[in-house]
């Protein structure tokens, strides 16, 4: 049996999972919960795996397996269909398989949880990995909007898991209505695409014989380039670049798993994959393209200076995805879109990685999240050090670890495109080397500056903690091989050609930009170089960092601290107005103007009939001399209007 | 006699009706102006009912005719009111030992 | 015609009906809690059996609009006549649904002259039933009365202490909306041609569709209608009534109300408006879906201010009502079909969070949103109801809500991309306001009111269990309902040929 036919195992035995575990979080227990909850995520990856293989075969092509009518109105008829192509492959495989290791990883992390806070927990996670599964399997935008919104669902109840503690329903909240924000443009892109094409399918629009917008040649036409930037605006809002970033370091309120899983490897991602899918349509929206480009270079800049001088590990990391991600959108933004999705599948690797080995530092440091006042932990904890290593290796981009290759191939199609680009882009890099080292230094080296009661309890995760991240760390080191450029090895970019098919028609419009093998060669080295050359500086740095005295900061450097306060410009430009708005409309526009007319007009009724009622006083010669009068009047009026 | 003879007495009656209803405050004395008001319309109803009968109408005589059954009508209405009229003013006068038409007021409360 | 299925109509509006005569005879609370119980229950298998006749490829004639037809007032052209389609079928289910729900959660409460209390929701239920499916003008109006009156004395008999003041000015407000209505009929029907040899004129539902109306006339006529239908939905600003009489009214009446009866406005502006005065919308579509998009943000705004739960559910309703508006005003097919998927939806949503807010206001004894705190950690299944049942409100996809609002929002954007884009800020501040509410009341630490909070009585967990089923179901595989209103929609649609600009 093919496997492709097996596809809707995929996302429906996490579902079953979620039912399991939510519906028996009392009675389960929780190694069997554990097992449940990995297991419904196991084999979807088998399947995923199988599913690899069969894309990979010679003469494969799009499958599009159709289920049921989800909505069938008059022309616009919207199925419940799944799409196997190159890029949903590839994705299956890293949802599935991160999502796997992080389960695995979440059994011990999790284990001081109540049995039923655990099985919450397993069943937010599982119902997690169903819309993502949705969200990458889906065959048409509203399914993948289904999955979009399904994702938001998930982040919102797991960042706000310890529901006690309102600083994390904040989080939460905040998460899921910035997300709201962008679906909003998702949803106005699906409806505009309805509008102008008559339908949201992959199938529809892309088939490279006669998709709607295939066949289409018109460059930057109002609808594409409308159609385009709604849809980036999902995009950002969804994968965090500017403006709309602000939720992802608040949500790491969650637990870290959940922060591995959700807020760095794959969740967020999804952007990403939404701007790939539909690269057709920004293939033929220049304007757009060079939008995705420079909200996504600034996004990695600006993320990378504030993750300069945050002291919480989790904060730090968590700018660095949004850094990262700014990267992909770059190179989406440049065309290089099969570059894009290669940093996807590294940054899953490294970064999962990284968020696990800090969820086994914060383990061990019994919830402490300030990298000030760690510090020495490398001797303690040999496993979580050398894989935190390598994932440091592999994000600031030293070779030949992955990160270099994913990053490195962005920025030389950035070269090709611009090299201003490409000198802010290398910046960026920078950065990131510095503060990644910075990171590695103040938790690991130098002299512990916790407590003696946390110095005593520092100690090595359990195996299930440790293999998940080992597992990862080999990935994030030789993850980068399948992406070789071409200058060292013919045909080296497998993961590149693998996805050609889905660029084909893109490239067609773009075409290709190939610089020459020498300066590519330079410009690789020249980064290389210069990021090794920051790493050593800030290893040394920070290897002996005690707290100092009070410093004065310069004003750049407070704005970096305060994250160049954006949320408090968020807070005043909208929240803020929008509660006094809200209060004004209630308590003085409905109380005092609409139902103040309402009640107005009951109340002149009430004068007015007490005015009137003073006529009737009982004086029959009042009465009959009204009657008289009124008489003449119209006795008057007869007269006259003859 | 030309009809214009009987409306002016009719509008002469009919005033001093009104005028004595008006102001006088003896409740048996406004009773009679309102029947001297009513027998006023009766008169005048009487006297067209003369003059179109004498003349062609559109309606025919027995419209002519009609303006004198009304007449009647009236009186039979007119004297069922003066039985309860006075049989309220006899209720006043027990009840106040007046027939103060202004101590009617007292029924708003 | 008794004995064929034709009959299922009538029966919808008999059986409460005769019951609620009834009901009035049972003194004892039990057995006329019981008795309207079973009643409702009829009701609903009625419905239920009907459904198999909606079957359109088999069954035409019974989604023709005049199925059941009796003289009762033919000297001038008005006759008993009921029938049902699509929309008729779907707002009968959730009548016929809705009101077991209800009397279900009334097992735990008592109410003085329970006796009376029951017979007029049963009456009210016979209202509301003969709205859906009267094909006679003047029918319609008098089931549209008669379904007012008894909710009037629901609300001002049973509830809170100012209850008295806020249904008088519900009473004033429907009411005045009702007469404008019935000189709009009478005006109408002045212009309608006979359908029998009795009369000059009739007030069949045919001869309305038929009625010959200037354009001129239409612009006027259309307010008198649209007073009585947007009073009830309500569209803003005519909203002010429902806050005030949700707050103070009891929860049954309080259910019917939000879940069933705004309904009747709804599908008033879509059976008797939008075939009637087909130029008078064309020419103030603009003007009332700008109107309805206000009422969204407007009520949008206000509802996070609430802190009162009852009137934050109203307000909430008053915004999820404005988009259906303004999607009907849009007039096209993807709306129209929105708007009938999202009465169905709506009803069930509403329907279930009064319930959940009644379970808390039933065990806190409070309903200030700032009085209750930590509910989760008291009640797990509770919380995980009410997270259901506010994302199925926020229209989250694969809830029942989305695909209404999918397809309503859908239809706005093909009338006006801009106005499809300011009623779209609509569906993230619902996020706002409902997350708000969620996490002030739910999350947090249990405070001195919830710690008295027990776990959910069988009873309650499985009403809410079947309404958060019918979410799910209706979310992930909403086609059958679409299919059934369709031939509906395509009806409306062929019958408005002025409207196509």
């Known amino acids: ?642 | ?109 | 015609m008794l004995g064929t299925y034709f009959t299922f109509t009538e029966l919808l509006i008999w059986i409460p009906f005769l019951t609620g005569l009834a009901a009035i005879f049972i003194k004892n609370e039990k057995s006329v809690r019981s008795f309207a119980f079973l009643s409702s229950i009829a009701t609903l298998a009625v419905s239920v059996v009907s459904l198999f006749y909606t079957d359109f490829v088999h069954h035409p004639e019974f989604f023709a609009y005049s199925n059941v037809s009796y003289v009762w007032m033919p000297y001038i052209g008005s006759s008993f006549s009921v029938g049902m389609d699509g929309m008729g079928f779907l707002l009968t289910f959730l009548t016929a649904f809705s009101y077991p729900i209800i009397f279900a959660t009334t097992f735990k409460s008592n109410y003085k002259n329970s006796n009376a209390f029951f017979a007029l929701m049963l009456f009210s239920q016979a209202g509301i039933m003969g709205v859906f499916v009267a094909t006679d003008a003047l029918l319609f109006y008098f089931f549209w009365e008669l379904a007012l009156i008894p909710i009037y004395f629901l609300c001002s008999r049973w509830g809170g202490e100012k209850r008295i003041q806020a249904t008088f000015k519900f009473f004033v407000y429907t009411f005045l909306g009702s007469l404008l209505m019935l000189v709009g009929i009478l005006y109408v029907y002045v212009h309608t041609s006979s359908v029998s040899p009795d009369s000059v004129h009739s007030f069949s539902l045919h001869a309305f569709y038929n009625s010959y109306l200037t354009p001129n006339q239409q612009d006027w006529v259309f307010w008198l209608f649209f007073v009585a239908f947007a009073v009830k939905i309500p569209i803003f600003p005519l909203h002010t009534w429902q806050p005030d009489v949700y707050e103070q009214s009891n929860y049954p009446a309080v259910m019917v109300l939000s879940g069933i009866m705004v309904k009747m406005g709804v599908f008033g502006l879509i059976r008797w408006i939008l075939p009637i005065f087909p130029s008078a919308v064309g020419k103030f579509d603009h003007f009332l879906i700008v109107l309805s998009i206000i009422g969204i943000l407007y009520a949008s705004c206000i509802a996070l201010y609430q802190n009162d739960l009852k009137k934050f559910v109203a307000w909430s309703s008053i915004a999820h009502l404005g988009l259906m508006a303004a999607a009907i005003f849009a007039v096209n097919k993807t709306g129209l079909q929105g708007v009938m998927v999202e009465m169905l939806n709506h009803g069930i949503n509403i329907l279930a969070l009064w319930i959940v807010v009644d379970i808390i206001e039933k065990k806190t004894g409070v309903r200030k949103i700032s009085e209750i705190g930590g509910l989760a950690v008291k009640s797990p299944a509770l919380a995980i109801f009410l997270v259901i049942i506010a994302f199925a409100n926020i229209a989250l996809p694969l809830s029942n809500s989305f695909v209404g609002e999918f397809l309503m929002l859908n239809g706005l954007f093909q009338f006006d991309k801009w106005f499809a884009a300011f009623a779209c800020l609509g569906i993230v501040l619902s996020a706002v306001y409902m997350l708000s509410m969620v996490q002030k009341t739910f999350y947090g630490k249990t405070n001195a009111f919830a710690e008295k909070v027990g776990k959910l009585s069988m009873g309650q967990s499985a009403i809410l269990l079947v309404l958060v089923i019918f979410i799910l179901i209706l979310g992930i595989y909403p086609e059958p309902v679409i299919h059934l209103t369709q031939s509906t929609v395509t009806d409306i649609m062929a019958n408005l040929p002025v409207l196509k600009k």
């Not at chain 1, 989800?70 to 599935?96: C, G, M, W």
């Not at chain 2, 009513?38 to 006297?47: D, E, G, H, K, W």
């Open chain 1, 1 to 642: 049996m093919d496997a492709i036919q097996l596809i809707y195992l995929v996302p429906l035995l996490p579902l079953i999972g979620c039912l399991i575990n939510g519906l028996g979080r009392n009675s389960l227990s929780k190694t069997l919960v554990g097992i449940i909850g990995s297991a419904v995520v196991f084999i979807p990856f088998c399947i995923s795996v199988l599913i690899f293989i069969a894309v990979s075969k010679e003469g494969f092509t799009t499958q599009t397996i159709h289920y049921f009518d989800f909505i069938n109105i008059d022309k616009l008829r919207i199925p419940f269909e799944f799409q196997i192509d190159q890029l949903t492959a590839l994705f299956l495989l890293i949802v599935t398989g991160v999502s796997f290791l992080i389960h695995v990883y979440s059994i011990s992390y999790m284990k001081d949880e109540t049995p039923s806070g655990f099985g919450r927990y397993f069943s937010f996670l599982n119902l997690f990995v169903f819309s993502m599964l949705l969200l990458v399997l889906g065959g048409n935008f509203v399914i993948m909007y289904m999955g979009w919104e399904g994702v938001s669902l998930c982040s919102y109840l797991l960042i706000g898991f310890w529901f006690k503690d309102h600083e994390n329903n904040d989080a939460g909240k905040k998460a899921f209505i910035m997300n709201r924000i962008g679906d909003v443009g998702f949803l106005l892109a699906i409806f505009w695409m309805i509008s102008s094409f008559g339908t949201v399918s992959y199938h529809d629009l892309f088939n490279p014989q006669n998709g709607l917008i295939t066949s289409l040649s018109t460059i930057n036409s109002p609808e594409i380039t409308g159609i385009t930037l709604l849809l980036f605006v999902g995009a950002a809002s969804k994968s965090a670049q500017i403006p709309l970033y602000t939720w992802l370091p608040d949500a790491m309120a969650g637990p870290t798993p959940v922060s591995a899983l959700i807020h760095a490897a794959t969740m967020v991602t999804a952007g990403v994959y939404m701007v790939a899918r539909s690269n057709i349509m920004y293939s033929l929206a220049p304007v757009t393209m060079a939008c995705v480009a420079s909200v996504g270079i600034v996004t990695a800049i600006v993320a990378a200076l504030i993750a300069l001088k945050q002291n919480d590990i989790k904060k730090v990391l968590a700018y660095s995805t949004v850094s990262q991600l700014g990267y992909m959108f770059l190179g989406l933004g440049v065309g290089a879109y099969s570059a894009a999705i290669f940093h996807v599948m590294t940054h899953a690797f490294f970064k999962g990685l990284l968020f696990l080995a800090a969820g086994s530092v914060i383990h061990a440091m019994s919830g402490e999240q300030d990298i000030t006042k760690m510090g020495g932990l490398g001797k303690k904890m040999k496993i979580t050090y050398v894989t935190f290593f390598i994932a440091c290796l592999a994000i600031a981009g030293i070779p030949p670890f992955s990160g270099f290759f994913s990053k490195d191939e962005i920025l030389s199609a950035t070269y090709a495109q611009s090299p201003l680009l490409y000198v802010i882009g290398v910046g960026g890099a920078l950065l990131t080397a510095f503060y990644m080292f910075r990171l590695l230094a103040m938790t690991f080296k130098g002299k512990f500056r916790g407590t003696a009661e946390q110095e005593h309890h520092i100690h090595e995760s359990p195996a299930t903690m440790t293999v998940p991240l080992i597992i990862l760390a080999v990935l994030s080191a030789v993850g980068g091989f399948v992406g070789l450029p071409e200058v060292f090895a013919k045909n080296g970019n497998k993961i590149g050609d693998f996805l050609s098919p889905v660029f084909a028609r893109s490239t067609q419009i773009i075409g290709e930009h190939t610089l020459p093998h020498q300066t590519e060669m330079i410009l690789m080295i020249v980064s290389a170089l210069l990021v090794i050359i920051v790493s050593v500086w800030a290893w040394n740095k920070f290897k002996n960092y005690s707290p100092s005295a009070v410093t004065t900061d310069n004003g750049f450097v407070k704005a970096i601290k305060n994250k160049f306060y954006i949320d408090e410009a968020y807070d005043l430009l909208f929240v803020k107005p929008y509660r006094s708005l809200s209060a004004f409309l209630n308590n003085v526009f409905d109380k005092k103007g609409i139902d103040g007319i309402v009640n107005g007009v009951g109340k002149g009724v009430n004068y007015g009939s007490r005015q009137l009622r003073l006529l009737q006083s009982g004086q029959v010669g009042s009465y009959l001399l009204l009657m008289v009068i009124g008489l003449l009047v119209l006795f008057i009026i007869q007269l006259f209007t003859k």
């Open chain 2, 1 to 109: 006699m030309e009809i214009k003879w009987y409306i002016f007495l009719a509008i002469a009656l009919f005033c001093i009706g009104i005028i004595g209803a008006i102001t006088r405050r003896n409740s048996i004395i406004v009773f009679m102006c309102i029947e001297l008001m009513l027998n006023s319309v009766n008169l005048l109803l009487v006297a067209f009912s003369k003059m179109h009968l004498a003349g062609p109408n559109a309606f025919g005589p027995a419209m002519a005719t009609s303006g004198q059954v009304f007449v009647f009508f009236i009186m039979i209405v007119a004297a069922a009111e003066v039985s309860v009229g006075l049989a309220i003013i006899v209720m006043l006068y027990r009840n106040t030992r007046s027939i103060d038409i202004n101590f009617l007021n007292r029924l708003k409360n």
